[in-house]
């Protein structure tokens, strides 16, 4: 070996250390220790133990099986059961599925909630002041972000998986057959893998080593642990993903595609985003025919993807689709079968610390719960103030895309959608360029140079005032919320400031 003291300058070289020779071999075959060297735990509760949880820390938890999952009520049954108190929970969404919550609120062991949506009897009672701290509602991109920079500070990742080898690598689906669950991309469980302190993969497939291609590799995997059940493929297919056959809903798809075209945002390598939604997603269908028409096609499609997306991939009208979120089963197997449909992360997705996806869309066509005259919408909150919804990716994609189009029928039931003032401010107006409703199409005064085409193109276009007044001819003006003085919900803005809070909704006599 060298002398390292002849070494001239050797002051000037970064200190390393000196070789202290080979380590420890193995030479047993791969097929020997492959099964006494890898990841995998007894149990749940013993994986729990090795992280080293204490009370006070924060979890967290991904949303890709909806309301199919069944691992946040496994996991916080066990952590009640093992004595665990004042935990924060940071799942990137919630379900009606995760109604046990509320007894675990109630009884300590989760105190603090961050998500980007909640929906069912957990976000009723939350409304009604079931929690003493409010509920942080973050966008996807905002998520990812607050993950990345250390706001959002997560111990203990519990992340379920569809298949897994016993050294942690995992995937939404299993190349080794066809019968197990498939919940497709993992995209929002990929921040938590990567920052999180300890990440556990919990999976009811394990699979032979390597579990190729993965989501989420081995190196960001503490341990495995392996169950009988993650949950149910069939609730990952939720109403807000439905093929709509609604009259009302394909007119407003109808006009939407018509507004994208005369905007001049449909040409020969165009990028899109269909958010949930039957109008937002039934939209690609007359995209679909105007593109066969032409002979054109769309460089990528982006986000949460769809059935109706993969065909079109399949058709060969859509060249990429950069899948964050599987939205049903026909998504999830096209992510395994089609060479150029890719799973991205949520950063990679819509954060604004980098150049994201979202920042090249042409297009995104989102729905809305309420628009407002100033254009304004609300994807979070009910017509009676209670917590019905997500944010998901709404701001990030609005922002990002040079044309965000927002659709909505012009009143559901006897309730207006254009009002006045929204209940819940999510996506501001300034991020919105276009609303399409059933009853008339509304250009927001910034952009002066949409509205000119659309009106070129023989499109009517009407104020928002005017279309926000016709609601209110047609169902008049519904009863003001009461609300209390009490924060149940704080609303962040895809860049972690707060854009709005929730207060707990009044119905005392």
Known sequence: MPDLHQIPHLDEIAHHGEYHGVGKRVTETFADRYHHQNKVVPSLEDAIRLTGLRDGMTISFHHHFRNGDHIVNMVLDKLAEMGFHDLKLAASSLSAIHAPLIRHIQNGVITHIETSGMRGELAEAVSRGLMDCPVVFRSHGGRASAIRTGELHIDVAFLGAPSCDPYGNANGYSRDDDEGIACGSLG???????????????????????????????????????????????????????????????????????????????????????????????????????????????????????????????????????????????????????????????????????????????????????????????????????????IGGHPDTAEGASLSVVVAPLTRGRIPTIVKHVNTVVTPGDAVDVVVTDQGIAVNPRRPDVKEKLEKAGLHVFTIEQLQQRAEKIVGVPEPIRYKDRVVGVVMYRDNTIIDVIRQIDEDA
């Open 188 to 390: 929002y469980a990929r921040p938590d893998a990567a920052y999180a302190d300890e990440v556990v993969i919990i999976t009811n497939h394990l699979v032979a080593y390597p579990n190729a291609p993965w989501a989420i590799p081995e190196d960001e995997v503490d341990y495995v642990v392996v169950t009988d059940d993650i949950g149910d493929p069939k609730g990952i297919m939720s109403g807000a993903t439905r093929y709509t056959k609604d009259p009302k809903e394909l007119l407003i798809a109808r006009n939407a595609a018509n507004v994208i075209d005369a905007a001049g945002y449909l040409y020969d390598g165009f990028s899109m985003q269909m958010g949930s939604g039957g109008a937002s997603l039934a939209t690609a269908r007359f995209l679909r025919q105007k593109m066969l028409d032409r002979g054109i096609h769309c460089r990528f499609a982006l986000g949460g993807i769809t059935g109706q997306i993969t065909a079109m991939h399949e058709e060969g009208l859509i060249d990429r689709i950069l899948d964050v979120q599987s939205f049903d089963l026909d998504a999830a197997k096209s992510l395994k079968n089609n060479h150029f449909h890719h799973q991205i992360g949520a950063t990679y997705y819509a954060s604004y610390l980098v150049d994201s996806a979202v920042d090249q869309l042409d297009f995104v066509v989102l729905s809305a719960l309420e628009i407002d005259t100033d254009f304004n919408v609300n994807v979070l909150t009910g017509s009676d103030g209670v917590i019905r919804g997500a």
